[in-house]
Each structure stands twice: as C-alpha cells, then as structure tokens.
Nanobody, 115 residues
Framework: QVQLVESGGGLVQPGGSLRLSCAAS????????MGWYRQAPGKQRELVAS???????NYADFVKGRFTISTGNAKNTVYLQMNSLKAEDTAVYYC?????????WGKGTPVTVSP
C-alpha cells in the first residue's frame, strides 16, 4: 500500500515561516508529480504548489514569491517552505503524489496563522 505522511504543520504568527514535509512510501515507482493542496474552512480544496520528477514547479498565484516546493534526492519526499505567512493561509495542507499506479493523498497537516 502507498502511504503519504505529512508533518510540520502548526501555529505560526503572521509574517512567520513554516516548513511542511511529506514522505511517500510503499511504491516501487517514484512519483511523477508531488504537490501540496490546502483546504480552508468552508472552502474548496485548492492547489498550492506542485513539482514534477524532473524538477519543474508550479505555484498558485496567491503563494508566488512566498512559498517554495522542493523534493529530496530520492524524489519520494516533498517539502513546502512557507514564508511571509498570512492569516488567509490558514488551512489543512494535504500532500499529493501522482504515481503510475494512481493518485494518493495524505491525511493532512493543519496550519494556523494567527497572532
């Protein structure tokens, strides 16, 4: 079975930083794409950032210049460095992996930006 496990969420003040991590396990194939999505209360889940196996990145407009997505050397881990956090960034952040066998989701890690 394929599992994605997120970590690094928590409470941070506006303007602060947080680093999220996600590790994929249980697959003999590396992910083609890994990404981060978020879902705020009462809102739809939305893409935050994604990265392909080759290193190409894609960011939502609302995080450009503030967030950075990256992978580990083995390409089965993904990180999201979040800087200049705003209250609007408060959400549950979900890790996603697109693998040849299917798409997989983590359980999510909550991020709260509040003074």
């Amino acid at each position: 079975q394929v599992q994605l496990v997120e970590s690094g969420g928590g409470l941070v003040q506006p303007g602060g930083s947080l680093r999220l991590s996600c590790a994929a396990s249980g697959s003999i194939f590396p992910p083609n794409t890994m990404g981060w999505y978020r879902q705020a209360p009462g809102k739809q889940r939305e893409l935050v950032a994604s990265i392909t196996r080759s290193g190409s990145t894609n960011y939502a407009d609302f995080v450009k210049g503030r967030f950075t997505i990256s992978t580990g050397n083995a390409k089965n881990t993904v990180y999201l460095q979040m800087n200049s956090l705003k209250a609007e960034d408060t959400a549950v952040y979900y890790c996603n992996a697109d693998i040849i066998t299917g798409r997989y989701w983590g359980k999510g890690t909550p991020v709260t930006v509040s003074p």
